[in-house]
């Protein structure tokens, strides 16, 4: 079974991601954390959206480790309107 706490950890650094881009579609903010190509979200397990959406928001120096997926690099730059 999965970790049901997931739900609350992840939902609350989506807040944060949205309220740094309150201008950003839900669509666009998805798509700016998974970074350029193509995607299915369908796929992206629930550990690697937190990684995703938590290097989209926390100061590198506040994360306690480094590393991880790299993919949110552009996830501050809009890509699309």
């Known amino acids: 079974m999965r970790d049901p706490h997931r739900i609350e950890r992840i939902t609350h650094?989506?807040?944060?991601?949205?309220?740094?881009?309150?201008?950003?579609?839900?669509?666009?903010?998805?798509?700016?954390l998974l970074g350029p190509g193509p995607h299915d979200l369908f796929y992206v397990e629930d550990h690697d959206w937190e990684t995703l959406i938590e290097q989209a928001?926390?100061?590198?120096?506040?994360?306690?480790?480094?590393?991880?997926h790299t993919g949110a690099s552009t996830a501050g730059k809009p890509r699309r309107s």
């Open 13 to 32: 650094l989506l807040r944060q991601a949205w309220d740094l881009h309150p201008d950003w579609r839900l669509g666009q903010l998805l798509s700016n």
């Open 57 to 68: 928001t926390v100061p590198p120096q506040d994360r306690e480790s480094g590393g991880g």
